[in-house]
């Protein structure tokens, strides 16, 4: 709490150079007063009375005090009342804060946020060709990266609480794999994989599969044979060979499915395959069990788990890449970004096309936030306490006002000294 109060008094500090141009404003204006009242004093001395000069000096010296005055009493005016006392129209700032938020909020959604505005200035902008020189520059693309967006990245990681970040992500997910109908996917995907041939080696993988399964798993075929056979079997020792036929049999039909590939079985198969990929894409009943199969896949606490996981090493990944810029500009993904880069700078047509949506979401956000951010702004000006806006207004333009001051002092004794020289000539 210490170091916060420190640090706002620090940003709410008197600037160097507002405090310099006080100094010589005010000095100037005492110098005046000191000038004139020197020259009333001379005025009774021997030698000095009556001397045209001095009329001219003196002239000067009150008509800058006057200006020098006048100015001081106007600038003081905008941010507080002069000498503390309650003068009408003095304070405008602080008064009219609110006003001033209010003028301040309309002025920037009249100028700046108005969606023909944002296309007009996006027009005159050519975002793909300045995002493909930035990536086609290794070097300076690193050293930027370094400095800029790396650094902004982590922050962002690291400052967010990592689960809620991941709740966030992990619905998202979620919400998105509910509503994407998966069923027609499948069954397009199996379909050119049938056409093509691409699924043979899937169903020679299950013949395999299934001849392994056989041999590992003969002592339970031998087992079912003889709970099932009768006691002259058993006592015969026929169930023995009833169970060698069985497994002999299983085992000739498996290896002459893998051998032939025009095997009625296999053909069986395929057919089997072509029903279940237009099911999946045209079966209502099919589709309404692939999504209730998704949705409890979804539902899993393994699922939930292994989209935790799946989330953790993203950011672990994406904080490596950020705290060490040079891997983000490095290997596959650097030689990546380089040949984007020198793409957007050759390819018109891309540049257009990116160009165009930039725009489109530029005029998208002024028309959608534009109302959002002028209330950011009024309700902002609105909850600054007076002193508080006045000393940061002051801050900000009062060194300029200060010479002002200045000016006003200087040309005050100048309009002076052209009065009285009117005067002593005409």
Same mark, same amino acid.
């Given at each position: ?10 940003a ?5 150079g ?5 100094? @010589?404003?005010t ?13 009333r004093?001379?005025d ?13 000096v003196?002239?000067?010296?009150e ?9 001081w009493?106007?600038?003081?005016a905008?941010? /507080?009342?002069?000498? $503390?006392l309650p ?9 009219n ?6 003028t301040?909020a309309?002025?920037?959604?009249d ?8 296309? /007009?200035r996006?027009?005159?902008?050519d ?6 020189r ?5 070097a300076?693309?690193?050293? /930027?990266? #370094?400095?800029g967006?790396?650094?902004?990245v ?6 967010f ?6 709740g966030?992500?992990?619905?998202a997910?979620?919400?998105?794999l509910r ?8 069954g397009q995907?199996?379909?050119?994989a049938?056409?093509e041939?691409?699924?043979?080696p ?18 339970l ?6 709970? #099932? ?6 006592w ?8 060698d036929?069985?497994i002999?049999?299983l085992?000739g ?27 999946l ?7 309404? #069990? ?6 409890d ?17 993203? *950011?672990?990944s994406?904080?490596?890449?950020a ?9 596959k993904f650097?030689?990546?970004?380089r040949?984007? $880069? ?6 018109p047509?891309?540049?257009?096309t990116i160009?165009?949506?930039? *725009? /489109? ?27 508080t ?5 002051e ?16 040309v005050?004794?100048? @309009? ?10 005409f």
């Amino acid at each position: 709490m210490k170091l916060l109060a420190r640090a706002s008094r620090n940003a709410e500090a008197v600037p160097v150079g507002l405090r310099r141009m006080r100094i @010589v404003a005010t000095g100037l204006l005492v110098a005046m007063a000191a000038l004139f009242l020197a020259t009333r004093a001379l005025d009774n001395v021997a030698g000095f009375g009556g001397h045209p000069a001095l009329g001219f000096v003196r002239a000067f010296a009150e008509a800058a005090m006057v200006g020098g005055l006048a100015d001081w009493f106007a600038v003081t005016a905008l941010f /507080r009342h002069p000498l $503390g006392l309650p003068i009408p129209h003095t304070a405008i700032i602080p008064r009219n804060k609110d006003r001033i938020g209010d003028t301040l909020a309309q002025f920037l959604r009249d100028n700046f946020l108005i969606p023909g505005v944002v296309a /007009r200035r996006m027009r005159q902008l050519d975002v793909a060709s300045a995002a493909g020189r930035w990536l086609a520059a290794p070097a300076g693309s690193e050293g /930027r990266l #370094r400095r800029g967006a790396s650094g902004l990245v982590a922050n962002m990681l690291e400052s967010f609480d990592p689960q809620r970040l991941g709740g966030m992500v992990k619905t998202a997910i979620g919400q998105r794999l509910r509503t994407l109908e998966i069923s027609p996917l499948l069954g397009q995907a199996l379909t050119a994989a049938i056409a093509e041939k691409r699924h043979l080696p899937l169903l020679d993988g299950i013949i395999r599969w299934a001849a392994q399964v056989l041999s590992s798993n003969e002592h339970l075929v031998r087992a079912m044979v003889h709970e #099932r056979a009768g006691s002259l079997l058993r006592w015969t020792g026929l169930d023995e060979t009833l169970a060698d036929k069985i497994i002999a049999g299983l085992d000739g039909l498996v290896n002459d499915m893998a051998e032939d590939p025009q095997h009625p079985l296999r053909a069986k198969a395929e057919e089997g395959l072509e029903v279940l990929a237009y099911d999946l894409q045209y079966d209502p009943k099919m589709r309404a #069990r692939v999504k209730a199969l998704k949705a409890d896949l979804i539902d899993n606490p393994a699922m939930q788990r292994w989209l935790d996981g799946m989330w953790e090493s993203a *950011r672990a990944s994406l904080l490596k890449v950020a705290r060490d810029p040079n891997a983000a500009m490095s290997g596959k993904f650097g030689d990546m970004l380089r040949q984007l $880069g020198t793409t957007l700078q050759e390819d018109p047509r891309l540049r257009a096309t990116i160009n165009r949506f930039t *725009r /489109r979401a530029a005029v998208g956000m002024a028309a959608d936030y534009g109302d959002g951010i002028v209330r950011l702004v009024s309700e902002t000006v609105r909850g600054w306490d007076a002193r508080t806006i006045t000393r940061r207004l002051e801050n900000a333009v009062g060194r300029d006002l200060q010479y002002i001051r200045v000016n006003g002092t200087l040309v005050g004794g100048l @309009v002076g000294l052209v009065i009285h020289a009117v005067d002593t000539l005409f």
